[in-house]
């Protein structure tokens, strides 16, 4: 990398969005060259980091997830905030990267200098994020963004991973479908910190209404992990309606967080599940780039795929080398 090109602790400071987008992907790398400047990068901007509000929307496709950001970040953008868009899209089989693309669907959002949208290959992690969100988190708000919003794919009861990184999590839900309830897992319910049913507009308010009450009583048997059930509200993206009240249950949220303490602790049990995750990376590396274990590893799937070993006796094989 050439030195007018090179991702600079003080490019990123600057709010310069193109060594911002670079560095990012930069994180998502498994390159042993890309993490370890994107550990020397970080290291440098830790202490501009962790100002911002992080907020992770997800949700079954069909809620309106995207129409939903655009109107909240343009809400948070006409009230003094700079606002970044995690998406985390899911990644082609084939190419890996992402399919989506959330710039063709949040125009008018992604047209606004205070606004960064990022899609991102979910390459095949569960739990919603991509391999670099916690580190874009980071560079984003060293970058200047106080409000850090992660879209995730909307996969369901696997959206668990993003739930250790933000400050709230929010459960965009639509009504009308038929199945407000069939198929939402009590755990999703017990991680969401607020839900929020989306396209209260037009004939479809009568239906919104009635999946508030049911989901009313169902959250009152669920036992939040924080001790309170989750508050619900309702919105029309298309509208615009109702955002704001949306934007005040999460400012209400957050500072019921910190007077209670548990917004430090929070923050704090995320460090150590990113310490968890980057052991984890590290200890794969390393046994993939082994070249001994490697070849083993090539002998036990020949083996297996000629029926000579089973699965756990292959494993054995490579797991047991010498």
Known sequence: MSPSTAITPEKILSGDRSALARSITQAESVLPQDTINTRELLTALMKHTGHSTRVAITGPPG??????????????ISNGHNVAVLSIDPS??????????????????????????????SSGITGGVSPGTREAILLCEAA???????????????????????????????AGAGDELQGLKKGIMEMADLIVINKDDGQNRDHVKRAKSDLSQALRLID????????????????????????????KFIDREKTSGRFLERRKQQNVRWLDDLIHRHMLNLFYSGGALQDQRLIAEEELRSGKKSVFEALDLVVNSK
């Open 92 to 121: 082609s089989t084939r190419t890996h990267g992402s399919i989506l693309g959330d710039k063709t669907r949040m125009t008018d959002l992604s047209r606004s200098e205070k606004a960064f949208i990022r899609p991102s290959p």
């Open 144 to 174: 200047g963004y106080d409000w850090i919003i992660i879209e995730t794919v909307g996969v369901g009861q696997s959206e668990v991973a993003v739930r250790d990184m933000v400050d709230c999590f929010l459960l965009l839900l639509i």
């Open 224 to 251: 939040h992990e924080s001790g309170n059930p989750a508050e619900l509200i309702s919105c029309s993206a298309l509208e615009k309606t109702g955002i704001s009240d949306v934007l005040g249950c999460i400012e």
């Open 63 to 76: 809620a309106g997830k995207s129409t939903f950001i655009e109107a909240f970040g343009n809400l948070l």
